[in-house]
């Protein structure tokens, strides 16, 4: 029996754990293969390879990134195949089981969640037998009727085999994104999420996990992702885990983990602080909002004075980079609300926040109890909302304009200097900027058509000329700085005109050449001559004394000269000053 294991992947850089713990699961007594596409991949390409590969029992992983183009293949290959088996499985399709065996008639079985000991269950009855009655946790038809078998008892997780030692995967360890799990479950109980449905925490044994690590990372990977919904919620398991990492880790690999920050005790921040190498760990914060009455009804509990309190230490540590959550359209909060939780987290600076919009989850209580709030969202996967009774499409579409430039503009930090002098001098709020940037660059139509990093800078040059002219001066001071700190080699040709003509280029190269100390030690160690002070600097004068405002944050009258060196290995840029003698400029 040819037995193949498949799911749509949202990126080519993912993987799939789930199709792995079930080949695991399945051996020695099936050999089921896999096979990994992603969601862009072109549905016949897809249907093609699976259907060369020939196999008599076909799997798939299902999610509410994946759903849709899933169905599409399922639909081809029992067209070309009438006698292949389907079997699907995943969170996408655990919940509303009744629904999804009208809606793709061509699944044969559809297993309900975990699915490694009911896999291999139904793999030998499909063998063997044929009693399906015989296994729990699976949903079919017979006699044209639905039959859905309630599941056994919850699998012992220190039993499972690991799923991460296949040999066709080495090769491209290096490559992925490899995804660790260490636990089941979640102790809280988010309306809006899965892992709510779930009681418990039920933990995998410790040491196959760092033995399954440290094979990781032996063979090349580079980014390991811990997928549990709440990794810290053990303090000494999380401590003993970080103790691991930190003393065991290869040098280029990184951690990332999910965690509840309002749980973290101060001791185990400073223990990172003062342990954990810089870069080698990345924590996801779910922050979602900063409405009590919000997180109350959702039945989520926070305290986000604990939670800035983590935040902020970690940030000062500067060890381990942070990305925190929101979701908009969560219950009672309206436009205004948003825009508080907005500037409540943007206000710690995390070097990622993610803006998402509440997905109505099959099987989760929002979704049960929609009609409380008005709540109206696509019928299809992902299930985002399209509106309640607090927060009108006409809201989200302006929301949508923040995450677009958020992503942009903070999240890619092209310009962080930019966006921190004008969220806090410029505009009334950080969410204010985004949402007047927002609107203005979709009335554009710059959300339509592509872009460069130059186009980054000149469209938001030109927002700022329509939106606010009395900072441009100073703005565009400091997006040239930007750009210059942002480049790994000398740019060909910048997104403005240069201020100087050739001759004034040459006077200031020529005093340089005579007097380097001018721009300070560190230009004079680098011992440029007339070449290659002219190969790998730029130079360009601009109307604010930006070193001045670098320090101290303020804005006076005053100018700069920028001189960028590049240097010519790709190591990025050094930014010099150089002193002018004319008189100064003012900017207000």
């Known amino acids: 029996m040819n037995i193949i294991v498949s799911t749509l992947n949202a990126k080519f850089i993912h993987t799939s754990l789930s199709i792995r713990y079930l080949k695991a699961s399945a051996a020695p007594e099936f050999d089921v293969k896999l096979a990994e596409y992603t969601i862009k991949d072109p549905t016949m390409n897809i249907v093609g390879d699976l259907y060369t590969k020939n196999p008599d029992v076909l799997g798939f992983s299902c999610y509410i990134w994946n759903i849709e183009e899933t169905i599409k293949v399922i639909q081809m290959l029992k067209k070309i195949k009438p006698e292949l088996i389907i079997v699907l499985g995943g969170p996408e399709v655990t919940y509303d089981v009744g629904y999804w065996l ?21 793999l030998a009855e499909i063998e063997g037998k044929q009693e399906f009655t015989n296994v729990p946790g699976i949903a079919y038809r017979a006699d044209g009727k639905k039959k859905i078998q309630p599941n056994g008892a919850k699998l012992d997780l220190k039993e499972l085999p690991s799923p991460y030692r296949f040999e066709e995967d080495i090769k491209d360890l290096s490559k992925r994104v490899i995804y660790i799990e260490t636990s089941r479950g979640c102790p809280f109980s988010c309306q809006f999420c899965l892992s709510s449905i ?6 995998f044994d410790r040491e196959k996990i760092k033995s399954d690590i440290r094979y990781l990372m032996e063979n090349g990977a580079k980014t390991i992702k811990f997928v549990d919904r709440t990794f810290n919620i053990s303090r000494s398991y999380a401590m003993e885990m970080f103790q691991f990492l930190i003393d065991e880790h290869r040098p280029g690999t990184v951690f990332q983990f999910e965690i509840t920050a309002d ?3 101060p001791e185990v921040i400073q223990f990172l602080n003062d342990h954990a190498p810089a870069g080698l760990f990345r924590f996801e914060i779910g922050v979602q909002s900063t409405n009590d009455h919000t997180n109350d009804l959702v039945m989520r509990r926070q305290n986000f004075e604990k939670l800035t309190r983590t935040v ?21 909060e309206d436009y205004m609300s ?8 943007f206000a710690m600076r995390p070097e990622e926040l993610q803006l998402g919009f509440l997905k109505m989850l099959r099987g989760t209580g929002l979704r049960i109890r929609a009609k409380e709030h008005d709540y109206i969202y696509s019928d299809y996967s992902p299930y985002e909302i399209l509106g ?11 929301i949508k304009q923040v995450e677009d430039v958020l992503e942009k503009y903070w999240n890619d930090h092209r310009m962080d200097t930019t966006v921190e002098f004008l969220v806090t ?3 009334e709020t950080p969410f204010d900027f985004f949402q007047e940037f927002g609107t203005y660059w979709d009335e554009q139509g710059w959300s339509r058509i592509g872009h460069q990093l130059e186009d980054l800078y000149r469209r938001l040059n030109q927002f700022l000329a329509a939106a606010k002219p009395e900072f441009l001066d100073a703005a565009v001071s400091l997006m040239k700085y930007d750009y210059f700190a942002g480049q790994k080699y000398k740019p060909r040709k910048p997104w403005w005109d240069s201020t100087y003509e050739k001759d004034d280029r040459s006077a200031i190269y020529g005093d340089l050449l005579d007097n380097p100390s001018i721009l300070g030690a560190e230009f004079m160690a680098l011992g440029l001559g007339e070449k290659e002070l002219y190969k790998h600097t730029m130079l360009e004068e601009v109307p604010l004394n930006i070193k001045e405002y670098l ?17 010519p290995a790709g190591k990025g840029a050094k930014i010099y000053w150089y002193p002018k003698s004319e008189a100064e400029i003012s900017l207000q």
């Open 102 to 122: 009208d809606r793709i008639p061509q699944a044969d079985f559809i297993a309900i969640g975990e699915g490694e000991d009911t896999f291999k269950r139904l």
């Open 388 to 398: 309640n009774n607090v927060l009108s499409f006409d809201d989200i579409v302006r």
């Open 551 to 567: 320090e101290t944050g303020e804005i006076s009258p005053g100018s700069s000269v920028l001189v960028a060196y590049f240097d």
């Open 312 to 332: 902020t230490m970690v940030k000062e540590g500067g060890k381990i980079d942070q990305h925190l959550d929101l979701i908009a359209g969560l219950p009672e």
């Open 263 to 265: 749980i973290m005790r």
């Open 425 to 427: 001098q410029a505009f």
């Open 338 to 345: 948003f825009r508080k939780t907005f500037n409540d987290v």
């Open 198 to 203: 779930e009681v418990g925490v039920r933990y």
